[in-house]
């Protein structure tokens, strides 16, 4: 059972552009979490999602953010104009049920030139 | 607002040696969910164990073992042995266990250096 798989690894963007973050969680599981980890920081929440539905944004930025899951395909986390803020490790976490552990994908560093 | 406190930033400790790392955590909450994570430097998220609050007994995995302090609100990490390997950033989680979003709060992390 492969893992959570998170793509790109690394993406390089200039201020401005759009960034497009993909989570596919392990097979079975219908619950993905996004967190950040900015340099020195441990991991803040973004979002939790379930298959077409968003159930808790509530540490997502208000602006510029947004995120799916849906029915078909990996969940995707988009930062619009992007600023040299954003730039931070994006992790994809997934469990199966909604009690259950969460396992993390390897992250996506994003950097904001 | 559940808050996770890790209080000590870095640690070291000798090859074969014990190191315990600490975590206090803040919930009005009775049952919850408690974790600590390993980073090394390949930054992949990987869980080392587990504890339920409802559950009295002190979760192990094999050199791994934590002391879960309800009442004071406390839960440490002991690491046995300790290898090069585990050599690595140590992140305490906290989580509940009901109300519909079971998003994880984490310290800002523990970096353990293990020297030979």
């Known amino acids: 059972n492969a893992g959570v798989m998170q793509n790109p690894r690394h993406l390089v963007r200039r201020r401005g552009q759009e960034a497009r973050l993909r989570c596919s969680p392990m097979?079975?599981?219908?619950?993905v979490y996004w967190y950040r980890q900015l340099p020195e920081e441990g991991l803040k929440f973004m979002v939790y999602l379930q298959k077409e539905n968003i159930i808790d944004e509530s540490g997502m930025p208000k602006e510029r953010f947004s995120a799916e899951f849906p029915k078909e395909g990996p969940s995707i986390l988009r930062i619009q104009q992007v600023v040299r803020g954003d730039s931070a490790a994006y992790f994809c976490a997934s469990s199966p049920l909604v009690t259950d552990t969460q396992y993390f994908g390897p992250g996506t560093r994003l950097t904001v030139l | 607002a559940q808050t996770v406190t890790q209080s000590q930033p870095e640690m070291s400790v000798q090859e074969a040696e014990t190191v315990t790392l600490s975590c206090t955590y803040d919930t009005s909450e009775s049952d919850y969910y408690l974790f600590w994570y390993k980073q090394p430097p390949s930054r992949q998220m990987i869980l080392v164990i587990r504890?339920?609050?409802?559950?009295?007994q002190n979760a192990t995995e094999n050199r791994f073992s934590v002391n879960f302090q309800k009442a004071a609100k406390s839960f440490s990490l002991k690491i046995s042995d300790s290898q090069l390997g585990d050599a690595a950033m140590y992140f305490c989680?906290?989580?509940?266990?009901?109300?519909?979003?079971?998003?994880?709060?984490f310290g800002k992390g523990t970096k353990l250096t293990v020297n030979p």
């Open positions: 504890q339920e609050a409802y559950k009295q």
């Open positions: 097979k079975g599981h219908s619950h």
């Open positions: 989680a906290y989580r509940r266990t009901q109300g519909g979003s079971e998003k994880l709060v």
